[in-house]
């Protein structure tokens, strides 16, 4: 069974520019959630989608946004771009039950200039 | 608002020595706590969970121990060997598909 896929695996950006994050759950998965990891911050809860609905979300500004498609992938994007905005963003999936185990993509690791 | 506060940040123990990391959470109705660990350049992987109505629970050289009245929980691991160097965090939910987690602790493992 393919695991969590995160593409791409790195990106440059400038200040200013947007840019889009993609996440393939395991097969089956019909959750997936996004975190960012930044050193010294651990893991800070963005947003979580089922079947297309976003059911939860952090506090994060509205330039971080999410989406989920009918077959359970999830793109997340981030507009207008700040230096602070560097960080590594992953993604879990898991079959969608409240307190069950979560299933990591190896990341993005986005750099913003 | 809910926060997982983590202690230590850095830990060094020596190989076969015992390391205990512990976590507070601010959140009452939190009910789930796992564990994950973070090896150099890889994801974050599940190592062990509790729920709210267990105190304690083992698996191998790994338990996990809950204090629901303090909002305490923490993580044992005996026998520490190389391969245990990661970095582990610690999370908490109340059942909302949200986990906040802990700003994880680096455990280095001596030889």
């Known amino acids: 069974k393919a695991g969590v896929t995160q593409t791409p695996r790195y990106l440059i950006k400038t200040r200013g520019q947007q840019v889009t994050l993609s996440c393939s759950p395991i097969s089956g998965h019909r959750s997936v959630s996004w975190y960012q990891q930044t050193p010294g911050q651990g893991l800070q809860f963005l947003f979580e989608y089922f079947s297309e609905t976003q059911r939860n979300k952090g506090n994060f500004p509205g330039r971080f946004s999410g989406r989920q498609f009918s077959n359970s992938r999830s793109e997340m994007n981030v507009s207008t771009l700040e230096l602070g905005d560097s960080a590594l963003y992953l993604c879990a999936s898991s079959l969608g039950q409240p307190n069950e185990k979560l299933f990591f993509g190896s990341g993005t690791q986005l750099s913003v200039l | 608002g809910e926060n997982v506060e983590q202690h230590p940040s850095t830990l060094s123990v020596q190989e076969g020595d015992s390391a205990v990391i512990k976590c507070t959470y601010s959140?009452?109705?939190?009910?789930?706590f796992p564990w994950y660990k973070q090896e150099l350049g890889k994801r974050p992987q599940l190592i062990i969970d509790?729920?709210?109505?267990?105190g304690e629970k083992k698996d191998q050289r790994i338990a996990v121990t809950l204090n629901k009245t303090a909002k305490h929980f923490s993580l044992h691991i005996t026998e520490t060997q190389p391969e245990d160097s990661a970095v582990y965090f610690c999370a908490a939910s109340r059942g909302t598909y949200k986990y906040i987690f802990g700003t994880g602790t680096r455990l280095k493992v001596l030889a």
């Open positions: 509790i729920r709210s109505n267990v």
């Open positions: 959140d009452s109705a939190s009910n789930y």
